[in-house]
């Protein structure tokens, strides 16, 4: 019985990941072949290949650590199935950032993306597990470190677009996303709150710090938000999974953009799911540290026969 309750997450999961990695490779191929992406073929060739090569070996130096047998040994189908994971970051890092012609700064964001997984992690019941979205961390550092790497521009989305093909990419996005989340993620309380949230920050934006309400609403508008709101927002792996604490998370993140924009700091989308997930990772640590069992204290043969003396 047991396992069979346990199965049907693992399919979820499993099925999440293989539909977005489908989903995502097939907008790169578009998006470089018609819609308009503006990076170069090399630029997702070279990130995909380097998520590869990063996930393998951190498997390989884990598996040898723990006397374990690699995870992606035992087949084509387990490979492939081990490196889901790490195609949709490479592809989303790759996607989202714009570094030019330049490949290093790719390179780099899709490593920390990786490498976040391993190093950047706390105790939760069933284990050790990372808090902080990849792809996101990648993103952030990149855009952290490296002050002439910026965004993709929203309009390469729906660049090559025109007439009623402008609003069908967006419903598409909308439609797949919301199927996505709401069957196999679960995530909906999540995006709803964060969607809530976004409008109300912009509209107390308006309201007392004198914000043009359609310019605060305005990225809303774009392809980049949906991408966020449905395939990076929603990461199952690093958001919480009770509903409640969805919607705590999801506002959680449109706030401290709003915050970040009062600052007049770019790029808030991404430094606010950063900020948030640290606070999140923060919280785990705290409450793993206040369950641990109290440390007793076990007699030694020293301490009896002082004890008797």
């Known amino acids: ?21 489908f989903a995502i490779t097939l907008l790169n191929i578009l998006g ?31 598996a040898t650590t723990q006397r374990r047998r690699p995870k992606f040994l035992g087949g084509a189908r387990p490979m492939i199935n081990f490196l889901l994971p790490a195609h949709i970051t490479g592809l989303a890092v790759c996607m989202l950032l714009y ?5 290093m700064p790719i390179v780099f964001a899709t490593v920390v993306a990786i490498a976040s997984k ?24 990149t855009l952290l470190l490296f002050p002439f790497v910026g965004i993709a521009p929203p309009y390469q989305f729906t660049e090559n677009l025109s007439g ?11 439609a797949s996303g919301t199927f996505l989340n709401a069957k196999l993620t679960q995530r909906i309380p999540l995006i709803a709150s964060w969607l809530a949230m976004f409008v109300l920050q ?18 809303m508008t774009g392809v980049a938000f949906l991408l966020f709101t449905f395939y990076m927002l929603s990461d199952p792996a690093t958001t919480p999974s009770a509903p409640r ?12 953009y709003g915050m970040l924009m009062l600052l007049h700091i770019v790029f808030g989308l991404f430094f606010a799911l950063t900020i948030v997930c640290c606070a999140r990772g923060v919280a785990l640590a705290v409450a793993a540290r206040s369950i641990e069992p109290p440390q007793l204290d076990v007699p030694t043969m020293s301490g009896i026969a002082a004890g008797t003396s």
């Open 245 to 256: 604490m969805q919607v705590v998370f999801g506002a959680s993140v449109a706030a401290v």
């Open 118 to 141: 391993a190093l950047l992690r706390v105790r939760v019941e069933r284990g050790r597990r990372h808090f902080l979205n990849p792809s996101n961390t990648g993103i952030t550092a």
């Open 202 to 219: 912009a509209v107390m934006r308006s309201v007392f710090f004198d914000s043009e309400l359609a310019a605060a609403l305005n990225p």
């Open 32 to 62: 470089h072949s018609f819609l308009g992406f503006e990076q170069s073929w090399a630029q997702p060739v070279i990130a995909v290949l380097t998520a590869y090569a990063a996930e393998l070996l951190i498997e390989v130096v884990d």
């Open 99 to 103: 570094s030019n012609e330049l490949l």
């Open 164 to 174: 009623w093909a402008d609003w069908i990419l967006p419903v598409v996005f909308i």
């Open 1 to 21: 019985m047991q396992q069979s309750a346990v199965a049907p997450g693992i399919d979820r999961r499993l099925a999440a990941l293989q539909r977005f990695a």
